[in-house]
């Protein structure tokens, strides 16, 4: 007789296979899969906004790093300082040349202003100038500024002495002008002027957009030209760039260093670039907030589940399960339903970055720590929304859950 | 040894005013004995047989199965007596939607840690026992409501427990389903097994020699036919 005690006392423990575990906390999603999908479509949107935020920003900001490679970064701006004692807002006339012998510039052009106005014909008011500037260059300009052109070509070493012009982008759209397919001329300081080419936009000296430029000897010959540069590009070799951007100011102006300003534009872009990387925050928050919608909804199913299948989980008690046991299977079931939405979510973020960056035209680049991260979250979220209805399950009392109905 | 003993079991449940389920119970059951449980609602039947069989723990007294006193045993170890000794039957089936007959049998030992074929090959044969052989990949919704009761016990006798404790099994059932259940019953009873059912059934409670009469919370009546009428 003491045989059937010892029987009750050395019986093994209850015990869940791991791979049960899976299954039974699988199972109550697979009977109810329109529930189940509802519930991780919160997950699925806000991991799913995530990613493709991610995504999208990495792409775009590559894209707009890849252009400003493209244009140079090596490119600087020599203007004159704003400072102090910097009224008459020009460079030393010797400037260009002194630039031109150092050693570590590639390139130089300056643009100096001229003092004339630039119409469409000679019936157009004076007053009327359209916000149009006039420049006179040398022909390196459209090298260093790695621009090129609309329409025709830009001054050559001949047109430097005759009164020739090309028009920046956005002067040609003021004065009318789309193409060069019949000769056009503009009237520019009193005298007609011959129309050579029309740039495209320069994507980093944007000012010059906006300018009608001349050829530099012919504005000494026929216009009132200040003989000292209003700003010169120079493009540096990239190894000793900040090197000379240091000594730039110096070597101009010996004298008045801080009337000499210099810049980098790309500089600009980059700032752009990392603005939109400040609007990717808000993006990113907003998929927070579709995260913790999401994680409420799985929380919600999960309770009314536990409420709903009490009679399960007293049955399970009465055959053996622990409260473990209970609490395991509905934490899996609430993982699992996560990390559905989740994996679903990622698939989604994912697409949506390859649509939109081909549409675009960009490289489309998935960070993969979004990837993971987004998948991450989802569990973690799924942890904590299962949690509590997991515990609750757990704490039930199997006999108030089999008299329920 | 008895298989099974109630020792002056008593139950109260919290509330304003508290109730008092059991009162005092003290009974004995030996091994290969079948017990009917009858009295009027509210009496107390359930509240007995879950003490039984270790889903619900008494305000005083104590439990002795196969002579272990259960009073000083933890959640995972009533865990562990529920799952290998105990076989549960209710008055609904509790069978899971969309399982076939097999798994739900099969599920009977599911906390014990067999693995997935030992517990199919377990299942088809309690299913065969019950007389559902021909009917073990059916779903709960394909299934008469006596053909998930035998289900249901079947799930109960698939881990070879040393008692099975059935409530009302045949509360939901109609005639020809509550018979084929009392057969079954009565049969794993002459094949030797410890059985408790509570039942409103006339025709169960007369074809069982002893009957325990239950009425608010106190065992009044032990009746054994088997035993000389004093
Ligand atoms: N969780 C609970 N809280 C409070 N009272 C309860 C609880 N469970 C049962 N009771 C009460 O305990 C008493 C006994 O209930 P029990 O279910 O054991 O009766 P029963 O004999 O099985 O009745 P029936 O034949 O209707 O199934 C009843 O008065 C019931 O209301
Ligand atoms: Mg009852």
Redesign the pocket.
């Known amino acids: 007789m003491t045989a059937t005690a010892h029987g009750v006392t050395a019986l093994p423990a209850s015990r869940l296979r791991l791979a049960e575990v899976a299954r039974v906390g699988i199972h109550a999603l697979a009977t109810r899969r329109l529930r189940a999908a509802l519930s991780a479509l919160g997950i699925a949107i806000g991991i799913a906004s995530l990613v493709s935020v991610l995504g999208l920003s990495e792409s775009s900001r590559s894209d707009l790093i890849d252009q400003i490679d493209a244009l140079g970064t090596n490119l600087l701006t020599v203007t004159p300082g704003t400072g102090f004692g910097a009224g008459d807002s020009a460079l030393p006339g010797t400037a260009t040349g002194t630039i031109g012998r150092l050693p570590t510039v590639e390139e130089a052009s300056a643009v100096y202003a001229v003092n004339a106005g630039v119409y469409r014909n000679d019936l157009v008011p004076a007053n009327l100038t359209g916000g149009i500037s006039v420049y006179a260059t040398d022909t390196r300009l459209l090298e260093t500024l790695n621009g090129s052109m609309a329409h025709g070509s830009f001054l050559n070493e001949a047109q430097r002495d005759y009164p020739v012009a090309v028009l920046g982008a956005v002067s040609a759209e003021r004065l009318g002008i789309r193409d060069l397919e019949a000769p056009v001329r503009v009237w520019l300081g009193g005298r007609w002027v011959d129309v050579a080419g029309v740039l495209e936009t320069f994507a980093l000296a944007a000012d010059l957009d906006r300018a009608v430029l001349i050829g530099d000897r012919a504005a000494e010959q026929y216009y009132d030209m200040d003989l000292e540069p209003s700003a010169i590009y120079i493009r540096v070799d990239r190894r000793f760039l900040d090197d000379t951007r240091d000594l730039l100011p110096a070597t101009i102006d010996p004298e008045n260093p801080e009337e000499v300003e210099v810049s980098r534009p790309s500089d600009l872009l980059e700032a752009q670039a990392a603005a939109e990387g400040s609007f990717t925050e808000l993006f990113l928050g907003l998929g927070a907030v579709a995260l913790l919608v999401g994680a409420i909804g799985i929380a919600n199913v999960m309770v009314i589940g536990v409420v709903e299948r009490r009679g399960e989980i007293g049955l399970r008690r009465a055959i053996g399960a622990t409260r473990v046991h209970i609490r395991r299977q509905f934490l899996t079931e609430a993982l699992t339903l996560a990390a559905a939405g989740g994996i679903a979510g990622t698939l989604l973020g994912v697409a949506a970055t390859y649509s939109y960056s081909v549409f675009q035209g960009w490289r489309a680049i998935i960070p993969p720590e979004a990837i993971g991260g987004g998948i991450a979250a989802a569990v973690v979220i799924g942890a904590v929304a299962g949690i509590y209805p997991a515990i609750r399950a757990a704490r039930m009392?199997p006999?108030?859950a089999l008299?329920s109905d | 040894m008895p298989a099974l003993e109630l020792r002056n079991v008593s139950?109260q449940?919290?509330?304003t005013p508290p109730?008092?389920?059991?009162d005092g119970v003290s009974v004995q059951v030996a091994r290969g004995e079948m017990v009917a449980v009858v009295?009027?609602?509210?009496?107390?039947?359930?509240?007995?047989?879950?003490i039984m069989g270790t889903l619900d723990a008494p305000t005083s007294g104590s439990v002795l199965i196969e002579g272990l006193d259960t009073s000083s045993l933890d959640d995972d170890a009533l865990a562990a007596i529920r799952g290998r000794r105990v076989g549960f039957v209710f008055?609904r089936f509790f069978l899971l939607a969309g399982t076939s007959a097999l798994d739900n049998v099969a599920n009977g030992l599911l906390y014990t840690g067999t693995p997935r074929p030992q517990r199919r090959e377990a299942a088809v044969t309690a299913l065969d026992r019950v007389g559902l052989g021909a009917r073990i990949h059916h779903r709960p919704n394909e299934l008469s409501g006596g053909e998930m009761q035998r289900v249901a016990l079947a799930r109960a006798l698939v881990h070879r427990p040393a008692f099975i404790l059935a409530?009302?099994p045949t509360g939901n059932l109609d005639s020809a389903g509550s018979e084929a259940i009392i057969e079954l019953l009565l049969s794993l009873h002459d094949e030797g097994r410890t059985i408790i059912v509570?039942t409103?059934n006339e025709e169960i409670s007369s074809a069982i020699p002893r009957r325990l009469r239950?009425l608010d919370?106190r065992l009044t009546d032990d009746i054994d036919e088997r035993v000389s009428v004093p």
Do not use: C, F, N
Request: no cysteine; glycine share 16%; proline share 3%.
């Open positions: 009392s006999t108030e008299r | 139950k449940y919290a509330g109730v008092t389920a059991l009295g009027p609602s509210g009496s107390g039947k359930s509240t007995m047989l879950h008055q409530d009302e509570i409103h239950m919370g």
